[in-house]
T-cell receptor, first 114, second 116 residues
């Protein structure tokens, strides 16, 4: 069975601090995809990144970076020099390669204090 | 281009009633998925439709049903509403039915359903 755990329920940081959001996943599939989504107060889920299970290369996009480690089944998300606009709930999700559904974690609520 | 649209934005119903939620996918997208997000939780998969056929179903009771129309828009129906059905219902569209490259799911703003 697939499962995604985001142990951090809420995180508060002061603006310009770096913050890492943890995601641990569980799956029996050898091929799978991992995702991060951002959900601002408006409620709409905003796609941030997708990684497949065969690509463990870390990725950086501006202030965002992702660390995928199959050995620990983790897909952590770091925001560098956080900004107030980063305040939102962030979800990690897992999907089978040809699957029809996402398995979402319970989310981490990030508050960036000015 | 317009994104995924959902209607209505908000809805208040009473227990036992029936509700219909609507979703229009991004132009050119043929797959629509429905998710339920209870307050404080992550979205839970309800259904996926691709080319008007059901491709997947989550662990939800038969009170939940859906369909996809020839223009790829979709409806989610919930019968005999319970208090626990109060949630944000999200619709997502993608090009195809899988999750390979190019098949990112784009989510709509959701319909917030309150059952009293």
């Amino acid at each position: 069975a697939q499962k995604v755990t985001q142990a951090q329920t809420e995180i508060s940081v002061v603006e310009k601090e770096d913050v890492t959001l943890d995601c641990v996943y569980e799956t029996r599939d050898t091929t799978y995809y991992l995702f991060w989504y951002k959900q601002p107060p408006s409620g709409e889920l905003v796609f941030l990144i997708r990684r497949n299970s065969f690509d463990e290369q870390n990725e950086i996009s501006g202030r965002y970076s992702w660390n995928f480690q199959k050995s620990t089944s983790s897909f952590n998300f770091t925001i560098t020099a956080s900004q107030v606009v980063d305040s939102a709930v962030y979800f990690c999700a897992l999907s089978e390669r040809l699957g029809n559904q996402f398995y979402f974690g319970t989310g981490t609520s990030l508050t960036v204090i000015p | 281009d317009a994104g995924v649209t959902q209607s209505p934005t908000h809805l208040i119903k009473t227990r036992g009633q029936h509700v219909t939620l609507r979703c229009s996918p991004i132009s050119g997208h043929k797959s629509v998925s429905w998710y339920q997000q209870v307050l404080g939780q992550g979205p839970q998969f309800i259904f996926q439709y691709y080319e008007k056929e059901e491709r997947g179903r989550g662990n939800f009771p038969d009170r939940f049903s859906a369909r996809q129309f020839p223009n790829y828009s979709s409806e989610l129906n919930v019968n005999a509403l319970l208090l626990g059905d109060s949630a944000l219902y999200l619709c997502a569209s993608s090009l195809g039915g899988g999750t390979g490259a190019g098949n990112e799911q784009f989510f709509g703003p959701g319909t917030r359903l309150t059952v009293l």
